[in-house]
């Protein structure tokens, strides 16, 4: 009984690792801000029938409606709900969507923004994609329902509340002379306001939002922002999670799990700290690949003979990899000068065609949208 009860355990830990996808599919496509019924086209008429895997789709929850800059794609970050309506479509589009990509043999994850709500400047009222009622002043979502004792206001040791420096995650507090590990993980990100994920409460409606979306059936999650939780709390809420629909997947799988965690070497936190929930983004892949393609610092394609954990890489079967993602594609979010982007065509080709000719971690491709460069982060 304890031998079985033991390879239960390790079965569990493990199946988050597995990408759910059918056999031979070993690459995702990121379909950036597309609409729910044009992603059901898109697996209809290319994605299936070329072999791709899935889709990771944008946050499909209801979030603030920003107007100055007029509609900027980062308000997809900042949530006010778990309702499913947003610039992508309503909760409707979106199920026929889940169901019609998983008929043909393509399944979904999605951008689950859980670490926080939208912005402390938010203000009140319902500029939301749902029309839902909100007071970010006062710390008050009603449509979840959240309240001001659901965030880590008072467990930020900063003056400020935000987190002021990424490479010191234990924070010295001159007026207690005291340690705390909690810079990164339970400050705010650029002010947006920072759930407390160690109440159970918030861990539960978490669980009940992914636990919906598992319902509908998709696949798996990108957890955003992971590096801002601590690792445990996302193990709790993780543990609240359903098997997957057996209308698409076999009983008793679990949904794949990757976590957004940069790490680039140089900062306390890393991404061996969150392997016991998942995989996670291994950022350093797109910067380095993008280094040698470009031939700077005397790289050359010759080198790549040991791509991989040989160049100080996370495990493989712990990789998510991508040439470029949303942000570092409009030049953040990790990776610098060097992420080759739609902007330098052949290059990018080289990257991406080798990335998917690899084994190296599991693959997924950035499908974006083109802006004029004029136009700030597109």
Known sequence: MQVLLLLAAVGFCWAQYSPNTLSGRTSIVHLFEWRWADIALECERYLAPNGFGGVQVSPPNENIVITNPSRPWWERYQPVSYKLCTRSGNENEFRDMVTRCNNVGVHIYVDAVVNHMCGAAGGSGTH?????????????????????????????????????????????????????????????????????????????????????????????????????????????????????????????????????????????????????????????????????????????????????????????DRALVFVDNHDNQRGHGAGGASILTFWDPRPYKMAVGFMLAHPYGFTRVMSSFRWPRSFVNG
């Open 128 to 316: 939301s994609t749902c029309g839902s009622y909100f007071n970010a002043g006062n710390r008050d979502f009603p449509a979840v329902p959240y309240s001001g004792w659901d965030f880590n206001d008072g467990k930020c040791r900063t003056g400020s509340g935000e987190i002021e420096n990424y490479g010191d995650m234990y924070q010295w507090h001159l007026k207690t002379s005291f340690f705390f590990i909690t810079l990164v993980r339970d400050c705010r990100l650029v002010s947006l306001l920072d759930l407390a994920l160690e109440k159970d409460y918030v861990r539960s409606k978490v669980a009940e939002y992914m636990n919906y979306l598992i319902d509908i059936g998709v696949a798996g999650f990108r957890i955003d922002a992971a590096k801002h939780m601590w690792p445990g709390d996302i193990r709790a809420f993780l543990d609240k999670l359903k098997n997957l629909n057996t209308e698409w997947f076999s009983a008793g799988t679990k949904p794949f799990i990757y976590q957004e965690v940069i790490d680039l070497g140089g900062e306390p936190i890393k991404g061996s700290d969150y392997f016991g929930n998942g995989r996670v983004t291994e950022f350093k892949y797109g910067a380095k690949l993008g280094t040698v393609i470009r031939k700077w610092n005397g790289e050359k394609m010759a080198y790549l003979k040991n791509w991989g954990e040989g160049w100080g890489f996370v495990p493989s």
